[in-house]
């Protein structure tokens, strides 16, 4: 681990992200300098809209940013269990930072539950609502197509022609399941319409390329 800065607990977890996020991409593509930095887009975008999301909904502020920005601190390690891990990982990181000490633990019980695409049952506490909420709803909208498909485009192997990017785009059904288990009322409400969004602009690229629209 490379040193820690005990002053600024978010700059500390920025560093150990952006880390993990560069060999995830590494690995990923097969370069020594990505193009593209999928997990270090996707966590910028779920601090940015699960800060939003806190204040909406008042949820605090600090647990919900320090569980945003070490989620998915471990997926690059142990995709299936990177939720667990990642919890663990918080329970020991952030007490060498000046994060509170209290609110370490509500940190880690967000994290440890932020996995899955959908729920059968909700979760209870409002900053594991509120993590879970963002980082869904950066998989949902517009958004989805600028980081999940340079993402795909850029694995090793992966060879795709304009109707497999669309078809990659199209297949989806869980996003239906996704809204549908959103907390937050904001979240609920912003993930309607984004879904609208992306499934509009995948039919207006099918419109297009068979020049359907002329
Ligand atoms: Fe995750
Ligand atoms: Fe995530």
């Known amino acids: 681990m490379a040193k820690i800065d005990k002053k600024s607990w978010r700059k500390a977890c920025q560093k ?7 060999k995830e991409a590494k690995s990923r593509t097969g370069k020594k300098t990505p193009a593209f930095m999928y997990r270090w887009e996707h966590v910028q975008a779920v601090v940015a809209q699960a800060l939003k ?54 940190v880690a019980a967000a994290i440890s ?27 949902i909208g517009l958004t989805a197509a600028f980081h999940l498909l340079p993402n795909e ?21 869980w996003q239906s399941k996704t809204v549908a288990s ?6 609920r409400k912003a993930g309607a319409k984004r879904l609208k969004s992306l499934r509009k602009m995948w039919d207006q690229v ?9």
């Open 113 to 139: 539950v932020h996995a899955g695409l959908w729920r059968d049952k909700p979760l209870k506490n409002l900053e594991s609502q509120v993590l879970w909420d963002a980082d869904k709803l950066t998989k």
């Open 153 to 173: 485009l850029l694995r090793p192997g992966r060879q795709h022609t304009t109707e497999s990017i669309v078809a990659f785009g199209k297949n989806a059904e």
């Open 182 to 187: 959103f907390h937050t009322e904001p979240a």
């Open 53 to 106: 999301l806190a204040k909406k909904t008042k949820a605090d502020k600090e647990i919900v940013e320090a569980a945003a920005w070490l989620h998915d601190i471990k997926k690059f390690e142990d995709g299936p269990k990177h939720a667990k891990l990642g919890a663990k990982f918080a329970l020991e990181f952030l007490p060498k930072t000046d994060f509170p000490a209290e609110k370490i633990d509500a």
């Open 206 to 214: 099918e419109k297009e390329l068979a020049g359907k629209d002329l």
């Open 16 to 22: 150990e992200m952006e880390k993990a996020a560069l």
